[in-house]
């Protein structure tokens, strides 16, 4: 009997300088689908993935601009989803983190594979002309991966006296978690970074090249992509989808203009809530395992800082989570060799 399992699609920053060559064991199999895509981004006079992954070393202005790190992000979990074996596990449904849910829409055959070009090199471009805004993460989660209370309401208050002070503008951008994601203005984070305390002496940490992706700062964007993407592209799936409010999309109950209204609205100027997602994902499909597509391994403690808070099958801790990895691990994740190698098809073995 296949193990039933839920695929989970990657989202921006999750390829690194670790990641360079990463889709380059794929090229025997998929070369095909690589080329098309090399050929798309050739005839818009852009970087192709073969040059972005091919690269003799990761340039963090080359490779983490939205233009060029959407695109092979989506390129290298795309390869990763075909390679999946199928003679033993059944993928039941089809999520993902911010960026993620585009390539969402691609993996479970919500649209094609042109339609998927179109809107993530469409959207991971809207950014060209000067990044709008930016994110900061902070962790609401103590040393055991158990949330902390106290810290939710620490980020709720430092948001709450930023847009009152006037100084700026900041939100609830990705709920990722044992983390909290905000998206603002340059003077809100600012302002938020100064409020928030140090914490692993790592953290209040601003994300590089991103954004106030999930934020009514991202409301041109809205507009514009509307504009520029039409119905057309958008099918509903052949596998179910869940979306950062945790709605399931089903194959025979889609409506695509929905489909649309949601992607390029809700999804752009709201906040994403991929700790719900995955926990639906949990109770409505019960899947054996979880699989996180590469490019990396960056959600693997989000989803189990999940996993944690719903009590999944008796994990409730960092080390009750760990020791699970170890022993038989329901996070199956793609960038990591070792685990890559337990959920490809027979033709990728050595």
Known sequence: MKERIVAICPGRGSYTRDELNYFSKYRQHFGGFIDRMDARRRRLNEPTVSELDGATQFQVNFHTPGENASILIHTCAMLDFMAIDRERYEVVAVTGNSLGWYLTLAAAGAMDEDSAFTLINTMGSMMRGGVVGGQVIYPVVDENWVQDPEKERLVEKALSDVNQSGEGRIYSSIYLGGYRVMGG???????????????DERYPFKLINHAAFHTPILDDVSRKAFEVLGSNLFRAPQIPMIDGRGKIWQPY?????????????????????FTTAVSVAL?????????????????????????????????????????RQDKDPYLLSMGRPDQWARTVGYQFKA
């Open 253 to 273: 109950s889609t409506d695509s203009g929905e489909l649309r209204t949601y992607t390029l609205g809700h999804q752009v100027t709201a906040a994403y809530d």
């Open 283 to 323: 109770k409505e499909f019960a899947p054996d395992r979880f699989v996180l597509l590469g490019p990396g391994a960056s959600l693997g403690g989000s989803i189990g800082q999940i996993l944690i808070k719903n009590q999944w099958q008796s994990i409730r801790s960092k080390s009750d989570f760990s020791a």
């Open 185 to 199: 203005d340059e003077a809100g984070i600012r302002k938020l970074m100064k409020l928030l305390p140090v914490v």
